[in-house]
């Protein structure tokens, strides 16, 4: 029986998978482009990685199987249809790849991708597991809409097709484990779990309950939302293979003021990393905030393009290989480099300025005064304080966006301040002068008030 450890990306919702195979050698399923925590669970194993497989081009992350190839000697193994520019074998519907006593056999599932395969491994035949990349995930499927928006029902029909044809025919028992879990903008999240089974998902699947082919593409094009611009381009630089990581580049170089006050002329994006409550009390004008946390990557490949240098602002205790991480998983290569000795080199230079202030959510008291809402409309959907007026984070990249919303002092708001914050920090560089930001959400003032939040 093969050992499969699962490696979590909390922030973006994923799981790559590191299968033992047995012999001292190792497959690894969906990995994302820093190599370290596959090439350190296998050090720790006494694993040398032999595979590395796709399951389709992921627009989410840059792809590790480059990586762990220069690594480790892996052979990457990938859909032929996905035409990988880089050298890989690439596998046909049906196809097997002898894993030397495992046999690890190709199924082509489109859907979330048209290239999309999910590999079920097999010992003499029985299966062991089904790695479903996106065609069948705890709960639901992953979205069809990020190929193109013509591909979008198309791709809809193929995945119902994919799992009453090809996926709902395997064991009950079968072990699935899927690349997308709860966080990804690949999916529409259901709950926490990250593996099922067959048998689970047709019993409580809900979109498998669907009494036919119209009605699974009406239900599940009705349950996607927005997702972050750089999806659009990352489907392509997993084609094409993304650059090979230098030895450097978890190093973010340090900046006097004077050269971040260059790399700003020149167009440069300032980056606030720090809490939110640090930014608060204190940050360059023009800085965008957005706190270091699992969730980093996800908004500043919303708000910034990747081809902008990027300046960072850090606190002296937070973790600079964790933000370079995060940032070179969805392809921000360009990282300038951090503000040496942060904010207080910054005073020191009697440069300029400026302060948010923040209230508890519980404080905004009933009524709460004008309320800009900015989370995502599947949370607005839960409940919102009575008449917040509702933008996404993500539109706040759209200057229209920005300038239809309610002028006059307004507290900005979203589950717990870090989003709130950020969309603060936007209305600001618009040139906003009258906002604070709320710490907490909706269910935070609605417990200290005894209202009841309303519903769109």
Do not use: K
């Not at 994302?32 to 992350?61: G, K, N, Q, S």
């Not at 209230?359 to 009524?367: F, R």
């Not at 809402?373 to 409940?383: K, T």
């Not at 009575?386 to 006059?408: I, K, M, N, W, Y």
């Amino acid at each position: 029986m093969a050992t499969i450890h699962p490696v979590v990306d909390e922030g973006l919702g994923n799981s790559a998978y590191v299968v033992e195979l047995g012999d001292g050698r190792a497959l690894v399923i969906d990995p994302a482009r820093d190599p370290t925590p596959y090439l350190e669970l296998a050090r720790w194993r006494r694993l040398r990685i032999a595979y590395t497989v796709e399951t389709h081009l992921h627009a989410d992350f840059l792809t590790g199987s480059r990586e762990l190839a220069a690594a480790d000697g892996a052979q990457i193994l990938a859909p032929r249809t996905s035409r990988l520019s880089f050298a890989h074998r690439g596998l046909e519907d049906g196809e097997e790849a002898d894993l030397g006593g495992l046999v690890f056999r190709a199924l082509a599932t489109p859907g979330h991708a048209p290239e999309h395969v999910s590999y079920l491994l097999l010992d003499g035949g029985r299966p062991l597991a089904l790695f479903s990349g996106g065609a069948l995930l705890v709960g639901t499927v992953a979205r069809t809409d990020l190929a193109s928006p013509e591909l979008t029902e198309p791709l809809a029909r193929a995945a119902f097709r994919s799992l009453h044809e090809r996926l709902l025919r395997l064991p009950d028992e079968l072990v699935v484990y899927p690349t997308h879990g709860a966080g990804s903008f690949c999916s529409t999240p259901v709950g926490g779990e990250r593996t099922t089974t067959i048998g689970a998902e047709r019993r409580h699947n809900q979109l498998l309950d669907a009494a036919d082919e119209d009605t699974f593409v009406a239900e599940l094009l009705a349950g996607f939302g927005s997702y972050p611009p750089y999806f659009l381009r990352l489907r392509e630089r997993n084609r094409v293979g993304p650059e090979l990581l230098d030895s450097d580049w978890r190093v973010l170089p340090l900046l006097s003021t004077d050269r971040v006050r260059t790399h700003l002329a020149g167009g440069g994006v300032l980056v606030d990393a720090r809490p939110v409550t640090a930014f608060a009390t204190g940050h360059i004008p023009g800085a965008m905030s957005i706190a270091l946390r699992p969730q980093f990557a996800s908004w500043l490949g919303w708000l910034v393009d990747d081809t902008q240098p990027l300046i960072f602002v850090l606190d002296e205790e937070q973790d600079r290989g964790e933000l370079a991480r995060q940032c070179r998983n969805i392809g921000y290569d360009h990282l300038r480099g951090e503000l040496a000795g942060s904010m207080a080199a910054w005073r020191a230079a009697c440069l300029p300025e400026a302060q948010l202030p923040v209230v508890e959510a519980e404080q905004l008291g009933d009524p709460p005064g004008v309320v800009l809402d900015v989370r995502q409309a599947s949370e607005v959907a839960d409940g919102q304080l009575p008449g917040a007026v509702a933008v996404e984070l993500g539109a706040l990249a759209d200057d229209q966006q920005s300038a239809a919303l309610p002028t006059g002092p307004a507290t900005v708001m979203c589950g717990h301040g870090e989003r709130a914050m950020t969309a603060a920090s936007l209305l600001e560089r618009a040139g906003r002068q009258d906002l604070r930001v709320a710490l907490g959400g909706p269910d935070d003032w609605s417990r200290a008030t005894g209202r009841t939040l309303t519903r769109p």
